[in-house]
């Protein structure tokens, strides 16, 4: 095979075919909408090729050095020909040999789905912070193996000739660009962490000051079109997956003084390359320091269950595991009847179900958001010195009012606040006295 199979792992506008080594699926757990390369066509076609074809082999276990079965190859190689494919895309990860021995088979280029999700999330990139978090992913899994997928990448030195200062023991050009590889990684590292660092500190000060809720899902799940149909925020929300790659956040007023601080984050994937995930960290990090974090899951994709695992399998990973979770059943508006939906709420009594585009079921969302931002409402009558007006006005903005008493120098409040609410109170070292207290849950 030669260099030009494989210059990059772009496959914008080429013409591709889909291929995948699966195991045997009994016939009755297919069900009528099964199509086990769906969410490869729709990564496919997210990073802008074009889907002429698939081959999928069914085995328990893939060939060594080609993945799939040698007759699958040339069955594959022949599909190529016939179809004037471009690139072959697997819905697996394959070793860098693999990749080289079906190259050479097929005369066309051949991307595992860790490559092809690289590249998805190198054309979504569009802040400084996504680009080096994309550019480090994509050094930390495609360049170390380099060696088993370009070919051009001979010995030099050692009296080639190719001028002063080649000569000696000479080296590979392998081992010359792991070393710049190395250099750049350190680079992007170091930069990193400084935006990192800075992120953080926001994100413990916004903690401090706001409730914050962050919004969760599988990719196209609907986060964005509910994050702007919450906060007005008109950021972008496509029907394609990965639309978001940077966390924007926003505040979502709830009504009755209360408000919270909503975070719209990366959408997760079966099988997210595990470099991605330690690149955007930072990022997923949102999800770890919110105080609730909101499921969205498209309840009308035949592979809801499935997405619903792979959200908890990432958040497991990121360590977000101790904040309240509720679930959104999210695009209802697209079932063709309520069985799918009856069997959800079944399953799953707490989840509210919405459709986000339409505006549907969102009003017992914020109900849900507001008690658990107050956590447990407290009926209190409380006496502040008049000089304490920092205190007042938080009294004034985040709990309900009911009547005002003053005399000389103090004001007497009786209100219902949230127990939350009044934790922050005190921790802002503001002077006030309980004069009754009679706790609501």
């Given amino acids: 095979m030669t260099d030009t199979h494989r210059t990059d792992s772009s496959v914008r506008t080429e013409r591709a075919i889909l291929a995948a080594l699966l195991p045997p699926v009994p016939y009755e757990q297919k069900g009528p909408g099964y199509d086990p390369l769906g969410e490869l066509r729709a990564l496919t076609e997210a990073a802008g090729a074009i889907v002429i074809d698939q081959l999928i082999q069914y085995r328990l276990h893939p060939v060594s050095g080609t993945f799939i079965g040698k007759g699958k190859v040339q069955e594959l190689a022949a599909l190529v020909a ?40 190198a054309g979504r990139a569009r802040t400084h912070e996504a680009k080096l978090q994309v550019e480090l992913a994509q050094l930390e899994y495609t360049y170390p193996r380099l060696a088993g997928m370009w070919t051009h ?24 660009d792991r070393r710049i590889v190395q250099s750049r990684k350190a680079d992007l590292r170091r930069e990193l962490d400084r935006i990192q660092t800075r992120k953080q500190r926001e994100v413990k000060q916004r903690n401090v000051d706001f409730y914050t809720v962050g919004l969760v899902g599988y990719t196209n799940a609907g986060k964005s079109t509910l994050f702007n149909t919450l906060t007005d925020a008109g950021v972008g929300a496509e029907d394609k997956l990965f639309a ?28 997210l390359p595990h470099h991605l995930v330690a690149s955007f960290r930072a990022t997923l990090e949102e999800s770890v320091h919110s105080d609730l974090l909101l499921i969205v899951l498209d309840v009308s ?6 997405h619903l695992r792979t ?36 399953e799953y009594p707490e989840a509210v179900a919405i459709s986000a585009a339409r505006g549907l079921g969102l009003d017992k969302v914020v109900d849900v ?23 007042m006005h938080f009294l004034e903005n985040r709990a309900e009012v009911h009547q005002r008493d003053y005399d000389a120098d103090s004001v007497t409040m009786t209100l219902s606040i949230g127990q939350r609410q009044l934790d922050q109170l005190r921790a802002t070292g503001a002077k006030f006295e309980v004069l009754e207290d009679s706790p609501r849950a």
């Avoid at 497991?316 to 009856?342: F, H, S, V």
């Avoid at 958001?369 to 205190?391: I, T």
């Fill in 82 to 121: 016939a179809q004037e494919a471009q690139v072959v895309i697997f819905d697996n990860d394959l070793s860098p040999s693999q990749i080289c021995n079906i190259e050479s088979e097929c005369k066309c280029k051949v991307l595992d789905r860790s490559e092809l999700i690289l590249d998805i999330f």
């Fill in 153 to 176: 990448l001979e010995r030099i030195g050692a009296g080639a000739g190719v001028g002063i200062g080649t000569r000696g023991p000479g080296e590979t050009q392998i081992e010359t």
């Fill in 244 to 271: 978001t790659l940077d966390t924007r956040t926003r505040r979502w007023e709830l009504g009755s003084g209360d408000t919270v601080m909503l975070s719209d984050t990366v959408g997760f994937v079966r099988d």
């Fill in 301 to 306: 994709d035949p592979e809801a269950a499935e």
């Fill in 311 to 346: 959200v908890d399998t990432v958040l497991e990973e990121i360590g977000a595991t101790e904040q309240k979770r509720l679930l959104l059943l999210n695009k209802i508006d697209r079932l063709e009847d309520n069985a799918p939906l009856l069997l959800w709420q079944q």
């Fill in 369 to 391: 958001v507001r008690s658990h931002q107050r956590g447990g409402l407290m009926h209190l009558k409380l006496r502040l010195p008049m000089r304490e007006g920092k205190a």
